[in-house]
């Protein structure tokens, strides 16, 4: 095995045991993205020089026995999606409006993670300002799938799937506002996990709806999800919407087992499933069920009307988000606004307009607490819930991208988790056509340690999340 | 025709906090280098959030209180959503319908009351500096802690705006929250002004607004608004005398034409799109905290006032006076209290404050009392024991009186030092100028 | 559902292109016809929801803390003078 298919847990076994150096290991990602990145398009920026510096810092400190409890991701090579402000590294929000724009302060997250010891290889290419399900709304060119590179590899979080996916980081940052990490996790083959609002610091990370947005990353296994958790988690004095609840060690309870455990499905919510995505669902139910969980039906009430609530919410927030963009402190003109961004602008402007406001905006937050209740309902009788991902495979390239609508509808099982401010895990399931399918794990708020619970269960019983794409 | 006058007013009262509405700046930006008091919150810059400061709420609820307002259980922060130069964001956070106040009154001199609508917290835009073809944008200003402070449509005259005006300011540095210097910024007013024909006799005109309204902005002073309001009032009869009705514009008070010009004639639909701002967690206050917050209001310029007539027994004239700045007010009741040890009272304590025009902050109120009494020793000296002890000293001493007026003037000295034997403490000064009429 | 597109892109401030003014009139008003669906929803009485963990009073003790410097602040622009931030003149007398 290569240096770079390493895991977080195990890179970190090999440089604590001193079998390779942080250098080594940042150097071997480093090639990987060098023979890959120009085809598959993941990276918008690399720093490699920057990188190598910090990696050889990483080195020294490990080397005088620096305690590894301080720094969890000592020396482990990362990549972040180009949301994440970072003080004197290009951050552009994959949009060419902020495409010469350099921060002056770092995300919290991103403190956090260097803090961590965390080395960081690069910014990820994205759908701009995270709009979109398919990686193609990019200013800088789309991110091809490395399972099969004329299909999508899911967005908003592309290049952060595909980076991970194709190893050319051991894991990556992502946000997830309507599924941007869940749902690109799926399309390669990757574990994403979306945090319970709150749960992470937004600040410094380049708001798409700011009362949907968690922040995620993307990581191949469920353990380094967790892991990597430990590190982002908390209370941020500069996000007000963070909460003060406190951060359990989420690698604590992961191996208990999931004997017992109640899993919902909404039943209703798979007809509108395609049958390439539903057959391994299926499969994975039952291998949940050997395990122990118990499944039961579950109803989720409103879940039909999720769409058109987050299709205004959203857009609404983004509308007004977007309005500092106008070229004077920073950045370019309006003009330089992409498609997507454009017409979500439109959108949200229209939807909060005099005379509208209450059909629209409020008329969505009102559902949004009618899907949320529906949520809590089902907990009580649930520990957690389990539906795909997409209810489609990867698309082409292309396939959707005049049809925005259509884009808009492969959220819908998404959606609900943003709506409702609840964590979900994607974790991979299978294959069909040759193109990965995901399951997601949603539970209620603050629940994350049980997701990884029972996606780590699964994980074991698989082999599914050990395949890679031939590049 | 007659026309009865109609203003309302908007006032922005920035708050002295020593940081920003929703980070950590120095909100203290009068004067100082361009563009230094900022941060990536109130540059609006990409990734920043904002965290409402903990004691701009608890003045701006002060405020509220001072106006008589209702406190809201309940209360968020909206954004204001429209584009500017001087809006980093695009959008202001401001509080659209759930303000944390609301419905107050303040009371007038000649009994009039004035509705209070809202008082509410929001923040303060960048400072604009138009120079030529360009405008300059200084970003220290933006995110300082504003006030706004609107009042229902009351006003009759500039005076009773003026008198409102005088009071609010004294109000909120009673208050201790803002410096309210209008040259500075810090209390900034906007009068809406319109004009409704007085039609008598029929009671459902009479409640009728007015279909327009002119709101005057630009105005940093009591004398200007008075003026600007007078213009206006005067601008608006001539048009509604041609039987026009006048435009519902912003204009500007300008100094040196001495008129109001309009600002914005392409005033654009105002569509703010509010909504509530996700950045930030709604404000709960509990029946607890708001009674918490009014047993710690100071007591406020009316109350003192009465109070100082009443237990002072001062004139209200008077009482008026040393109510005006809580500082004066202050430093007399600590001037009584240690006077009363002196047999000064309050009386003669006001009649030296006033008359005299103490420098308070230089001369400390127990120095102040010992200049009183001093002051008062000599006075006791009336005139009728004076002239008394005077003739018992000139009976008594025959031999120095005979010298000083035979050209032995130093003899005074003698005669002066057994009067002063008689009045210890006295003027000397007072006694020698007495001795001498009486040896002339 | 149609949107005045030139009134919505003037709120907005986005210069629109004619194409692009045509494109979103159609692909916007098919995004509000799926929207109507919400009207089935009942939502008398329904609160609304904007803070999705109830999270309330969150605020910051009034601590100056320092700031960018005017270097900083004036980095990323392309326009400027004086230590101030330069756009063209907004208000014509």
Redesign the interface.
């Known amino acids: 095995m290569e240096l770079n298919q390493l895991t977080i847990k195990n890179a970190k076994g090999g440089l604590k045991a001193k079998k390779f150096s942080s250098v080594e290991l940042t150097k071997a990602c480093l090639e990987q993205i060098k023979k890959h990145n120009r085809e598959l398009n993941a990276f918008i920026t690399i720093t490699e020089e920057d990188a190598l510096e910090q990696a050889k810092k990483a080195d020294n400190l490990a080397s005088q026995g620096q305690a590894w409890e301080t720094k969890p991701l000592l020396g482990i090579p990362i990549a972040l999606k180009d949301?994440?402000?970072t003080k004197g590294m290009k951050?552009t929000?994959a949009s060419n409006v902020?495409k010469?724009?350099?921060?002056?302060?770092d995300?919290t997250v991103v403190k956090k993670l260097k803090d961590a010891g965390a080395i960081i290889l690069g910014k990820l290419n994205h759908d701009a300002w995270g709009h979109g399900a398919s990686g193609e709304n990019s200013d800088f060119g789309p991110t091809k799938n490395p399972w099969n590179k004329e299909y999508v590899p899911g967005g908003s979080s592309s290049g952060s799937a595909v980076s991970v996916a194709s190893d050319m980081c051991i894991a990556a940052t992502g946000t997830d506002t309507g599924g941007s990490s869940r749902q690109p996790a799926s399309f390669c083959n990757i574990v994403g996990l979306k945090p319970?609002?709150?749960r992470v610091s937004?600040?410094?990370?380049?708001?798409m709806?700011?009362?949907l947005d968690s922040i995620g990353h993307i990581t191949k296994t469920v353990e380094d999800s967790a892991l990597f958790l430990n590190v982002t988690a908390g209370k941020d004095?500069?996000?007000?919407?963070t909460?003060s609840k406190p951060v359990p060690d989420y690698l604590k309870d992961l191996k208990k087992g999931i004997r017992g455990l109640k899993l919902g499905i909404s039943r209703k919510d798979l007809e509108n499933v395609d049958d390439e995505v539903k057959k391994p669902f299926l499969f994975a139910e039952k291998q949940l069920k050997d395990l122990g969980a118990e499944i039961i039906d579950i109803n989720l009430k409103?879940s039909?009307?999720a769409?058109?609530?987050y299709?205004?919410i959203q857009p609404?927030?983004v509308?007004?988000n977007?309005?500092?963009?106008?070229?004077?402190?920073?950045?370019s003109v309006?003009?330089n606004?992409g498609?997507e961004a454009?017409?979500r602008?439109?959108?949200g402007?229209?939807t909060?307009?005099?005379g509208y406001?209450d059909a629209?905006?409020?008329?969505?937050?009102?559902?949004?607490?009618?899907i949320?209740q529906d949520f809590e309902n089902a907990f009580k009788q649930v520990d957690a819930i389990i539906s795909p991902v997409s209810p489609t495979l990867p698309w082409k390239l292309g396939e959707k991208i005049n049809d925005?609508?259509k884009m808009?509808l492969s959220d819908i099982l998404t959606v609900t988790a943003n709506?409702?401010?609840i964590p979900g895990l994607s974790v991979p399931i299978g294959f069909s056509k040759g193109l990965p399918v995901g399951m997601q794990i949603l539970g209620q708020?603050f629940s994350e340690a049980k997701l990884f619970q029972i996606g780590h269960a699964y994980e074991q019983t698989t082999e599914w999340h050990k395949m890679k794409p031939i590049l | 025709m007659i026309y009865k006058t109609v203003i309302g007013l908007e006032v922005h009262v920035e708050l002295k906090t020593k940081s920003k509405m929703f980070c950590g700046c120095s909100a203290d930006y009068f004067g100082k280098k361009p563009n230094a008091h900022t941060c990536p919150v109130c540059l609006g810059l990409p990734g920043a959030l904002p965290v409402p400061n903990k004691t701009a709420i608890d003045w701006c609820i002060m405020i509220g209180l001072a106006l008589n307002c209702k406190i809201a259980n309940f209360s968020k922060f909206d954004r204001k959503n429209y584009f500017y130069p001087d809006l980093p964001k695009g959008y202001q956070i401001s509080q659209y319908d759930q303000p944390f106040c609301q419905k107050g009154v303040i009371a007038l001199s000649n009994g009039k009351k004035i509705g209070i609508t809202r008082v509410h917290m929001e923040e303060d835009t960048a400072k604009l500096t138009h120079q030529g073809d360009d405008s300059l944008i200084d970003f220290n200003r933006s995110g300082v802690p504003l006030v706004e402070i609107v009042t229902e449509p009351d006003f009759e005259t500039a005076k009773e705006v003026v008198e409102y005006l005088k009071k609010l300011q004294q109000i909120v540095r009673y208050l201790g929250v803002s410096n309210a210097d209008m040259e500075e910024g810090n209390m900034r007013l906007e009068p809406n002004i319109s004009l409704r024909e007085l039609k008598t006799q029929n009671s459902k005109l009479k409640s009728e607004l007015p279909n327009y309204k002119v709101e005057v902005k630009n105005i940093n002073s009591f004398r200007f608004v008075e003026k600007a309001i007078e213009y206006e009032i005067k601008r608006q009869t001539e048009i509604l005398n041609v039987g026009k009705t006048p435009v519902q514009e912003t204009r500007g008070w300008n100094e040196d034409k001495q008129k109001t010009v309009s600002q914005r004639i392409k005033e654009e639909a105002n569509d703010y799109r509010y909504f509530p701002e996700p950045d930030i967690p709604p404000i709960r206050l509990s029946e607890f905290q708001i009674s918490n917050f009014k047993s710690q209001m100071p007591e406020l310029p009316d109350l003192k006032l009465v109070r100082f007539t009443k237990n002072y027994g001062l004139p209200r004239y008077d009482a008026e006076i040393l109510t005006r700045e809580k500082e004066l007010s202050n430093y007399f009741e600590e001037a009584v209290r240690a006077g009363k040890t002196f047999e000064v009272n309050a009386k003669q304590i006001t009649n030296v404050i006033i008359n005299k025009k103490i420098d308070i902050e230089n001369i400390m109120p127990a120095e102040l009392i010992k200049c009183i009494v001093i002051s008062k020793k000599i006075n006791i000296l009336d005139n009728k024991k004076l002239s008394e002890i005077i003739n018992k000293v000139i009976n008594e001493n025959p031999k120095a009186v005979n010298d000083y007026k035979t050209g032995k003037v130093q003899a005074i000295g003698f005669l002066l030092g057994k009067a002063k034997q008689h009045f210890p403490k006295g003027d000397a000064n007072q006694i020698k100028i007495a001795l001498e009429m009486k040896l002339k | 559902m149609k949107i005045n597109v030139p009134h919505v892109a003037k709120l907005a401030n986005l210069p629109l292109k004619p194409e692009e003014e045509r494109k979103f009139e159609k692909q916007l008003s098919e995004i509000l016809n799926y929207f109507e669906k919400l009207k089935e929803v009942d939502t008398k009485n329904v609160e609304t929801t904007s803070q999705v963990t109830g999270l309330e009073n969150v605020t910051r003790e009034d601590k100056a803390i320092n700031s960018l410097t005017q270097e900083e602040a004036l980095s990323n622009t392309k326009s400027q003078h004086n230590g101030f931030f330069k756009v063209k003149a907004i208000l014509e007398d």
């Open positions: 949301l994440f402000s951050t929000a902020l010469d724009y350099v921060p002056e302060y995300a319970t609002y709150g937004r600040y410094g990370i380049i708001s709806a700011s009362s004095a500069n996000d007000a919407t909460s409103y039909d009307y769409i058109a609530c299709y205004i609404s927030e509308s007004s977007l309005a500092r963009y106008d070229g004077v402190r920073f950045g309006r003009q606004f498609e454009k017409r602008i439109m959108l402007t229209f909060l307009s005099a406001y629209y905006y409020r008329k969505a937050m009102q559902v949004r607490t009618l949320k925005p609508l808009y709506l409702a401010g708020q």
